[in-house]
């Protein structure tokens, strides 16, 4: 095994104060849209952060961009965390900050699930779940026609790793070898209904995905240095083993709010203004 | 307008046919079968270009969401499957992942209709139109022949959006001439007449053509139309047909509710209110049996067509 790329310092402490600007956004954006699903956007902050600050080969410009085919992809197939993706795009300088109070408004190129044809960094529109690893087994193959050398990469829930078409995707990805597709599963162990393993279990994932021909990796997936070591390491492990890499991000629902954490009634509720106070208090630190 | 009903041809086979022909003049054309390239003839092109056809196994959805993923690498996807499956066992994939992003993704279902035939109502697609016509930014197609077949292709390739394509297991004959264009926008009128009007697509068009034949021996002049495109409907030359006959028969190998019939009547019953009649799969399932019985047995053949049009018109008359 290559040695593991690290962080430095540095840049661990600029990516965390990024990462509590992210928290603080997606509170605000929930809390004014007075809707949205708070404990799934907290789970995969550093994650999708880290994909765009650190690994991926992206331009803010968009298609604007000249070398925008050439563009590594990110497809957030639970696309109910869309308020971590507007507000880590924001924070890429996608689009104006200010425009994230808009979120789920009537007019607004927020939507409520990401929506394609909308904001730049919005490559398909998610939000029933369970279809966009296939997606993304699409532009792998689509790239690899065009003999690019760019990765695709894909955020899915743990509870929507329940829909089938998930599995005739993993199957796909394997078959096709996809050695340049890298999914990370948000294993926050909550979806609406309680505890995955109470409502349909899923353990063991991470035999699951090596039986389906995945090369597996698991890690904390609030832990940016084990992130960004874990994706740059899958970069080359596909590439070694001929095959799709699978992160299993170990993270806690409603992550760096106390009394969000680990709580699934907090999918799909927004905070009142005194709790996003409390909240905000509590990130700033 | 007489049709030879001895000669008749396949769609799919039209169908693999231009899909490889097209694959030779472009390379962005991909294809993607779930285990039916065999039924669906997309097996042409990928005996062609095994490289840009992709099989997807036992798995519409995945088949659809693939293709949706392709589709923005500027890829232009064809994705083939029975109607019962592109369009029932995917359709929250075909509408969320394809349609309401627009993405340039043609849907050739093939199998529409109860004339699957012995297979039964499990693969007999009555509903695939009315649930394709309901997705906003989807255009509907049901080819009647091989000529027309070739053309619909021609057109969804050259398309810059979603499309689904309706073609029939039976082979039909050609009641379309070499020199047909196909017009989204346009129906033909086959057959001009005054007494009454006879819409179809797909395989009961001959059927209706033959119709009109029959009731020009008891002095009744049927306009034959043939609409291809169930959606968006051509309301121009409906209206005229319309306000000209004052008796408007749709004839389908569909459910009555949501297809072409469904299409007409929304359409008259808003800008010309006329006396209408639909016939097709008459809000019930299919079953098994050969593809002529079924036609039968459902009132989808020329002879039943006769007495519903004689019943139409006697209406119109007494009123």
Known sequence: ?285 | MVINKAIKKSLRVAYGETLTELGKKDENIVVIDSDLSCSTQTQMFAKEFPDRFFNTGVAEQDAVCLAAGLSTCGKIPFVSTFAIFASGRAWDQVRNSVAHPKFNVNFVATHGGVTVGEDGASHQSVEDISLMRSIPHMIVIVPSDSIETREAIKFAYEYNGPVYVRLSRSNTPDVNGSDYKFELNKSKVLIEGTDVTMISNGETLCEALECAQMLKKVNINAEVISMPVVKPVDKETLIKSAAKTGAVLTLENHSVVGGLGSAVCECLSENHPCITKRIGVNDEFGQSGKAEELLVKYGLTADKFYDEVLTLVEKKNSK
């Open chain 1, 1 to 285: 095994m290559t040695e593991q790329k690290r962080l430095s310092e540095e840049e661990l402490k600029n990516l965390e104060e990024v990462a509590k600007k992210i928290r603080e956004n997606i509170l605000i954006m929930i809390n004014t849209a007075k809707s949205g699903h708070t404990g799934g956007s907290l789970s995969p902050v550093e994650v999708i952060l880290t994909l765009y600050a650190k690994c991926m080969t992206h331009y803010k410009d968009w298609h604007n961009s000249p070398e925008w085919g050439n563009r590594d992809r990110f497809i957030l197939s639970k696309g109910h965390a869309s308020a971590t993706l507007y507000a880590t795009l924001a924070q890429m300088g996608y689009f104006d900050e200010h425009e994230l109070l808009t979120f789920r408004k009537l007019g607004s190129r927020l939507q409520g699930h990401p929506t394609f044809g909308l904001l730049p960094g919005i490559e398909v529109s998610t939000g029933s779940l369970g279809q966009g690893l296939s997606m993304a087994n699409g532009i792998a193959l689509g790239l690899k026609l065009d003999k690019k050398e760019n990765y695709v990469f894909v955020l899915l829930g743990d509870g929507e790793i329940q829909e089938g078409q998930v599995w005739e995707a993993a199957m796909t990805s394997a078959h096709y070898k996809m050695d340049n597709l890298i999914a990370v599963i948000d294993r926050n162990r909550l979806q609406i209904d309680g505890d995955t393993e109470q409502v349909k279990s899923l353990d063991p994932l991470d035999k699951k995905w090596e039986s389906f021909g995945w090369q597996v990796l698991e890690i904390d997936g609030h832990n940016l240095q084990e992130i960004y070591g874990a994706i740059e390491h899958a970069k080359e492990l596909g590439k070694q083993k001929s095959a799709p890499v699978m992160i299993i991000a170990n993270t806690i629902k409603g992550k760096g709010v106390t009394f969000t954490e680990n709580q699934a009634s907090w999918h799909g509720k927004p905070m009142n203004d005194e709790e996003l106070q409390k909240a905000l208090q509590e990130i700033r630190g």
